[in-house]
């Protein structure tokens, strides 16, 4: 069995147990609502910590989410353009296209990365929810209900602002509120921008990532996760390091590799152009911890780091895109709507209409170029 086919499997037989466990012990009673694959609990207690929360600093939040409202309009027009910039580049010779696709546990992203990425998607999903609560008290409207989610692989949080008085409140009020999200997600990326530039210290080795089956470097034992430092002796910094010296290496030779488990001893394979291989199929920069943390603590906290500042700049810009269901489409809306007046309806259906056709022409023109894209 695969290990997709093995995850896939296991996600089956989580939610069957989950969904027969919920009926069992009626946990809908305790808050916890079981569907066949969503998962909700409402939270009194996280209710109650977003009302403290707003009461305390209410100038401070205030002039947050003034900063937050223009940080969205940035976000909102750089989001467009993207997508239409990286449109044209698909057609014209205007610079390299970014692949634009899909989320797909498994298969656009590898299985080895799914701890970091739900690490990091719960994060961004929770600080982002809880944005909005806060931004929707102090703008005068209710929270109805607050609690956490799982979305058949995903973890996050939901709050849910009174509906009715969201609808009453100005149209500044709403643009702040539906800013909060976004912006946070841009604060929370500099948190982990900074924390990467400050823990960690410049590249010193090669984390490896996957390995070739019955390559070189997985018949000398070496693992996902493992460092090497030195080449016979020379250090390599980068993977552009490695690269240069692998290129001055002739096939069937034996080399010594300085490694975080120790000295390895390997016979490089040849490639496909007859170049010298040790069999490495992934692999990236080793930054050390300015903390003296052991290499495998280092790699999992750098990578967890870095997944949080990757997803939450994504979510920041592609939020605010004016689509359904993120929030870009309602503060588009709203924006607007003491403009298009009786044609609200319409609207909203020439915007969604639009930037959907917009991001299935980027995610088409992506499949077409590069194939199935997995990172």
């Known amino acids: 069995m695969t290990p997709e086919l093995a995850f896939l499997l296991a996600i089956v037989i989580f939610w069957a147990t989950l969904n027969a466990i919920g009926r069992l012990f009626r946990l809908d009673k305790h808050g916890l609502e079981i ?3 969503y998962l909700t609990y409402k939270s009194r207690g996280l209710k109650e910590l977003l009302g403290r929360v707003s009461k305390k600093g209410r100038i401070f939040w205030r002039t947050l ?5 223009a940080l969205a309009v940035g976000l909102l027009v750089f989001s467009v353009y993207f997508l239409i910039n990286n449109l044209l580049r698909f057609f014209y010779p205007l610079g390299e296209t970014t692949p634009v696709f899909p989320v797909l546990p498994g298969i656009t992203i590898r299985l080895h990365w799914l701890p970091y990425f739900f690490t990091a998607t719960a994060v961004v999903i929770v600080t982002h929810e809880l944005a909005h609560g806060v931004a929707a008290i102090i703008e005068g409207v209710p929270v109805k209900s607050a609690g956490l989610f799982l979305l058949l692989v995903f973890f996050g949080g939901f709050v849910e602002p009174d509906r ?5 409140t100005s149209m500044i009020s709403k643009l702040r509120i539906l800013s909060a999200g976004s912006s946070t997600n841009l604060v929370v990326g500099l948190l982990a ?5 400050g823990l960690y210290a410049p590249a010193s080795g090669i984390v490896i990532h996957e390995t070739s089956g019955e390559g070189p470097a997985d018949r000398a034992g070496l693992q996902r996760w493992d460092v090497i430092y030195a080449m016979n002796g020379t250090t390599v910094f980068t993977v552009q390091d490695l690269s240069e010296y692998m290129g001055n290496v002739k096939p069937g030779e034996t080399i010594i590799l300085s490694t975080s488990r120790g000295n390895v001893l390997i016979t490089t394979g040849r490639g496909s152009r007859n170049q010298s291989i040790i069999g490495l199929l992934s692999m990236s920069n080793y930054y050390p911890s300015r903390l003296g943390l052991e290499p495998l603590t280092a790699i999992h906290l750098y990578m967890s780091l ?8 994504s979510v920041a810009v592609f939020n605010m895109l004016p689509m359904y269901p993120w929030d870009g489409e ?3 809306y709203h924006a607007l709507e003491g403009v298009v007046k009786n044609r609200r309806r319409e609207a909203r259906l020439l915007i969604n209409t639009v930037f959907w056709s917009l991001i299935a022409a980027n995610m088409m023109l992506t499949f077409i170029k590069y194939g199935l894209v997995s990172i």
Request: with cysteine; proline share 3%.
């Open 193 to 197: 921008l900074l924390l990467l530039t």
């Open 164 to 168: 009715k008085r969201f609808e009453e």
């Open 330 to 332: 309602k503060f588009l």
């Open 306 to 313: 870095q997944w949080t500042l990757l997803i939450a700049w």
């Open 65 to 69: 989410c003034n900063v937050g409202l």
């Open 35 to 37: 569907r066949p694959v």
